[in-house]
Every structure is written in C-alpha cells, then in structure tokens.
C-alpha cells in the first residue's frame, strides 16, 4: 500500500473506457492507446483535505489517484494530457503491469476562466516491483504535497527552488539535449567533411549551453 489506508476509496472505482471515448477529444495515437494498451481504469485513492487532515493549497484542492491495468508496458502521453486537462484536479496515475508499477504526474497549472488546464510536463519513474514504489506525502497543504510528489516522481531532473522555473529550466534541457542528439545522429550519416565539422562545431556549442542551463 503506498498511501494511508484512509485515502483509498473502498472498493476502488471502475471508470468506464466508453467514458474516456465519449467525452475526451483523443487524436488516434491517444485513442488507439486506451483501446489496446489499457485493460481497465480505476479510481482508487483521493488525497484531499478530509482524508489527509491537510488545508486545500492555493493551487491544489484534491489529487486524485488513478490505476491504470495495462496490457503492455506503455502508454500514450497525450492520451494522460487530454485526462489531465479535463479533470479538475491533479492526477497521479500508477501504471501496473504483470506486477510492475510506474507512477506518472504532470505539472499541471490551474485553469483560467474558459479555459483548460495547462498541462506543462510529464514524470515519471522506472518500472519496480509493486511493493517497492515508495511515494511519501509530505507538506503541510495540499500544495506542498503536490510539489513534493512531482519532485520525487522526477528523481534529479528539478532543481530550482520554485516547482514552475524547475520545471521550465528543465524543458530547456530537454530541448537542448533532443537537438544534440539529432545532429549527432545527422553528422554521423555526413560524408562531406567540411559538412561533418561544421555539425560537431554546432554540437559543441549546444553542449556548453547545456552546460549552463543545467545546475
């Protein structure tokens, strides 16, 4: 058992595929995700105010925890995105898998009047063995609970004091290193060697950038 017994909802609530079809928009890799790779959804624990005893933060008011059963060990991003975004409140999801976990958390900002939730960025840890995922609930409101689940689900990868420029900082890394890696993929196929050291010039100078962006 990860949380404390009395934040599980006893039984845990089946939510119904056929829902997630009809009421979120899903481009085709979302919606094929939730047909084939998803066996069943569950709702099954609510950290809130009146099963943690902690005041609702200013962002935060409940973090719900959703159990997806998986037929393979994957699952579409933007499918967790459209959830997110229509869900009013912060989701953790633990991913199971032939007695695997994985959990996933977004940093997720706050709708605007008319608007849907702006989900920022994804993390989430290694697959392990059901009784070795450890997430400790610290913080005292909701907020800071939300912010300590995010940074332990990310491991290393936010540094900033401030959850929202650790999560920006961290996309810029994300970015830099993406690009890295398609020009070395891109100057090992070059022939020309004035070409090839013209990408290694680019790539170098990328990687000092990396190294000032990160900490």
Do not use: C
């Not at 975004?85 to 994985?102: A, C, D, F, N, S």
């Not at 959850?163 to 020309?192: G, H, M, P």
Request: no cysteine; glycine share 2%.
């Amino acid at each position: 058992m990860i949380f404390p017994e009395h934040t599980y909802l006893r039984p845990a609530r089946q939510i119904a595929k056929k829902r997630f079809l009809q009421e979120l928009s899903l481009g085709s890799p979302a919606r094929r995700s939730l047909e084939d790779d998803i066996h069943a959804i569950y709702w099954t624990a609510s950290l809130k105010d009146a099963s943690l005893h902690l005041p609702p933060g200013k962002e935060v008011m409940e973090i719900e925890v959703f159990t997806l059963a998986l037929r393979q060990p994957r699952i579409e991003e933007s499918l967790l995105t459209a959830i997110d975004r229509t869900i009013p409140y912060h989701i953790l999801y633990l991913l199971t898998y032939e007695g695997k976990t994985q959990a996933w958390i977004s940093y997720k900002e706050t709708a605007q009047a008319n608007e849907a939730f702006r989900v920022e960025k994804y993390y989430h840890t290694d697959w392990l063995e059901e009784d070795h995922l450890q997430l400790v609930l610290r913080g005292t409101s909701l907020d800071e609970v939300y912010e300590n689940l995010v940074r332990a689900i990310a491991g290393a990868r936010l540094h900033a004091r401030d959850l929202r420029e650790a999560v920006q900082e961290d996309e810029r890394r994300a970015a830099i290193e993406k690009e890295i890696a398609a020009l070395t993929k891109k100057r090992n196929r070059e022939k020309q060697l004035n070409r090839k050291m013209e990408l290694n010039a680019r790539i170098k100078k990328l990687r000092r950038a990396l190294q000032g962006a990160s900490p």
